[in-house]
Nanobody
Framework: QVQLVESGGGLVQPGGSLRLSCAASGIAFGIWTMGWYRQAPGKERELVALITSGGSTNYPDSVKGRFTISRDNAKKTVYLQMNTVKPEDMAVYYC?????????WGQGTQVTVSS
């Protein structure tokens, strides 16, 4: 059974930092592309960061330079370091695992940005 369990969400002030974690089980983690997506109320789910099995990363312009995705294959965990957080970053953040035609999602973790 594949499970992706996010943690680390919560309340952060504008300009602050937060680190999200996603622990995977049931997959050969090292060969999967891992991603973070987010969905704000009334908006579509959007890509936040992606990291391939080889360590290549991809970010949309909205978070480039502020967010960093990383992975620890030994711990089967992917991280999202969020720095200089903005109010528009507030959303539910979802972990994603993708390999060929297979796709799995975590249950999401809420990130609230407020002073």
């Amino acid at each position: 059974q594949v499970q992706l369990v996010e943690s680390g969400g919560g309340l952060v002030q504008p300009g602050g930092s937060l680190r999200l974690s996603c622990a995977a089980s049931g997959i050969a983690f090292g060969i999967w592309t891992m991603g973070w997506y987010r969905q704000a109320p009334g908006k579509e789910r959007e890509l936040v960061a992606l990291i391939t099995s080889g360590g290549s990363t991809n970010y949309p312009d909205s978070v480039k330079g502020r967010f960093t995705i990383s992975r620890d294959n030994a711990k089967k965990t992917v991280y999202l370091q969020m720095n200089t957080v903005k109010p528009e970053d507030m959303a539910v953040y979802y972990c994603n695992a993708e390999y060929k035609f297979l796709l799995y999602w975590g249950q999401g973790t809420q990130v609230t940005v407020s002073s």
